[in-house]
């Protein structure tokens, strides 16, 4: 057999590791040199700085006659390393953008390898069992009581919260077809806190229901009273209602009383889908998990395991206590899933997504729970929770600062006592320009803060007052 060039080599088949190992080598030395040369959470210099890099580094970007496979690799990889925000910097802490487990990249590089399409049986025969089992797993951890729970892979809370919509909308028209859709006289109306995440307004949009009512949320959670009376206003005059609430918000890290909206919900007849794709990561923690209480109440719970779960992008879950919440999304294409075929007893997999083509992220996941098992995962929670309430504590001792509020995930807004919103907005563009700190930001009522999401399960204390010293460097006297 022929052995083809190093750069038109596959990586899958028995050849394929063996084409793999040299070129890996080449990219971690790449990803080492590269984080070198940054030295820091953020390259210096700003935008303008890092694209000049990046434009003098890789030119010309497709040649008449490619450089080889160690050459590009070398160049890209050093160039993207040196010039990305490394979210295992402990400074790097703006968002929900956490560093992912070597474990968890390392099972990544297997599924890119083996390159299984989520969308039939006969491209994924493992992958697609393995998926069956891992997220009914997950599904059970959501749904405890459940006879049959089940959860569909996501891309994140994102694509979760429209699914979450569309099955809410079917479900207020069980008529309907996904080819010729029934339509209530009156559609879904969702009702949601204004500390919902900014997708759940667009999802609305994207599937053609009306604009949600959004409650107002003064304390950062969305209260009983006010869902309660919003319900009892609708009442005789709105159609099907879907009530969104929220475990982690993307502002602080607040977590609505979940039980009670449950309370509201049913009271009233609405539907009740829980956003937990930042605060579902409690379920694994024995220490935390308590806080989700009300949770299994919820018709559809989002997940994503690439926040408290240290999984490479991407990993979602949308978790449903039985598979009849999911049969709107019922879809055949004979190529794919002939009816025949799945009599026969090949799985369906593309009643499983809105997408075709899907990567197998359940391959991360899987070797993740397998390796470290809930309470290890628990383990990496309550660190990070602890983290975040150390960053409080030094925050609260700090004559010169001020804490917005106790964090209840790993979110701590604060804020140079007396800093205006000009002020916080330029120290935080001068820690991004100087590459010093990635740090976020959060409008309240109270004015805006800074943010810091901690997400770097071993953090110390030592880098939380580092961060601090930043940030009191920076402002002005």
């Not at 982690?248 to 890290?253: F, L, Q």
Request: hydrophobic share 40%.
């Amino acid at each position: 057999m022929t052995v083809p060039p190093a750069g038109t080599a596959l990586a899958g088949g028995t050849n394929g590791p063996r084409a793999l190992r040299p070129l890996l080598d080449t990219v971690l030395d790449a990803l080492t040199t590269g984080a070198e040369d940054r030295a820091g959470p953020l390259p210096p210099g700003g935008p303008d700085t890092v694209t000049r890099a990046v434009r003098d580094a890789c030119h010309p970007v497709f040649p008449d006659h490619g450089t080889g496979p160690h050459t590009a690799l070398r160049t890209l990889v050093h160039t993207l390393a040196a010039g990305a925000s490394d979210p295992a910097d402990p400074h790097c802490a703006a968002h929900l953008h956490c560093p992912p487990l070597a474990l968890a990249t390392a099972a990544d590089l297997a599924a890119c390898a083996l390159n299984p399409s989520m969308d039939s049986w006969d491209q994924a025969p493992a992958a697609s069992a393995l998926e069956a089992l891992t997220s009914r797993a997950l599904a059970a951890l959501v749904y405890p009581q459940a006879t049959d729970p089940d959860a569909l892979i996501t891309t994140g809370g994102t694509e979760s919260n429209q699914l979450a919509l569309l099955l809410a909308r079917e479900a207020a028209a069980p008529a309907g077809t996904a080819t010729e859709p029934h339509r209530p006289a009156r559609p879904l109306q969702i009702v949601c806190g204004a500390n919902a995440h900014h997708s759940i307004p667009r999802s609305a949009w994207l599937l053609g229901l009306p604009e949600p009512l959004t409650l107002p949320t003064p304390d950062g959670i969305l209260t009983p009273d006010t869902v309660h009376t919003c319900l009892a206003n609708l009442a005789g005059r709105a159609g099907p209602v879907l009530l969104t609430a929220t475990a982690g918000t993307t502002d602080s890290g607040a977590i609505d009383p979940l039980a009670d909206l449950a309370d509201v919900a049913a009271q009233h007849g609405a539907r009740f889908h829980i956003d937990a794709a930042y605060g579902g990561a409690l379920l694994f923690s024995d220490t935390h998990r308590s806080t989700l209480h009300g949770l299994a109440r919820a018709h559809t719970v989002g997940l994503d395991l690439h926040k408290l779960g240290w999984q490479p992008v991407a990993a979602g879950l949308l978790a449903v206590p039985g598979p009849a919440t999911l049969a709107p999304l019922a879809h055949q294409a004979d190529y794919l899933n002939a009816d025949d075929d799945t009599e026969a007893g090949l799985p369906d997999l593309l009643s499983r997504s809105l997408r075709t083509t899907r990567r197998p992220d359940i391959l991360k996941i899987a070797v993740t729970l397998k390796a470290l098992g809930r309470h290890g995962l628990g383990e990496l929670v309550d660190r990070t929770l602890a983290a975040a309430q150390t960053l409080a504590d030094l925050i609260e001792a700090h004559p010169r600062y001020e804490l917005h509020s106790r964090p209840p995930l790993s979110t701590v807004l604060f804020r140079p006592t007396g800093a205006d919103d000009t002020t916080l907005a330029t120290i935080r563009r001068t820690l991004l320009t100087d590459g010093q700190a990635v740090l976020g930001r959060a409008t309240t009522p109270t004015g805006l803060w800074l943010k810091a999401t901690l997400l770097n399960p071993h953090t110390q204390p030592g880098d939380l007052t580092t961060l601090l010293k930043l940030v009191e460097g920076h402002t002005p006297r």
